[in-house]
């Protein structure tokens, strides 16, 4: 019988795998969504309950081909953390402004003027760029060869 190079030993041949388990708990879902989109509007700063601050803002995208595009809209929220520039840089952009945001998705449900029950996909923000900021006159800002400025990347 030829010799076992020590690399093939049958020990190492025959080893079964690692058993791997997965456990359902509410912390193992995930809904995360990723989007850009241009701002509909001034963002809104409000207070919370507690004082914190809290932003809502709403995002448009567009769908389909060119000469039969589609809008969607996406209500955001955000919660700026003590200390970061998200808040002001927010806060600063106007409507038309693109934005990156990445965040959670939360279902809510709701009954309208009509008496009707609706349900709405809200995303509570993680992560903001801004990719092309237009201020309150309408107009962008972006790099020298006209690339937008995405130096505003920053967590919130």
Not at 37 to 43: D, I, S, T, Y
Not at 44 to 72: C, F, H, V, W
């Amino acid at each position: 019988m030829p010799p076992i190079h020590s690399a093939l030993r049958p020990s190492l041949l025959f080893r079964t795998p690692l058993a791997r388990t997965f456990t359902t708990t509410p912390q193992n879902h995930l809904a995360k969504i990723s989007i850009v989109g241009r701002l509909a509007g001034e963002p809104e700063l409000l207070p919370t309950s507690s004082g914190q601050d809290m932003i809502k803002y709403a995002l448009g995208t567009k769908y389909g081909p060119r000469d039969n595009q589609q809008t969607s809209w996406w209500k955001v929220t955000a919660f700026p953390r003590e200390g970061t520039s998200v808040k002001d840089r927010l806060l600063a952009c106007g409507k038309g402004s693109l934005l990156y945001v990445e965040g959670s998705c939360k279902m809510d449900s709701f009954t309208d003027k009509e008496g009707n029950q609706r349900s709405a996909l809200n995303i509570v923000q993680g992560q903001l760029e801004v990719l092309d900021r237009r201020e309150s006159n309408g107009e962008g800002s972006s790099g020298n060869d006209g690339s937008p400025n995405i130096q505003d990347h920053q967590q919130s």
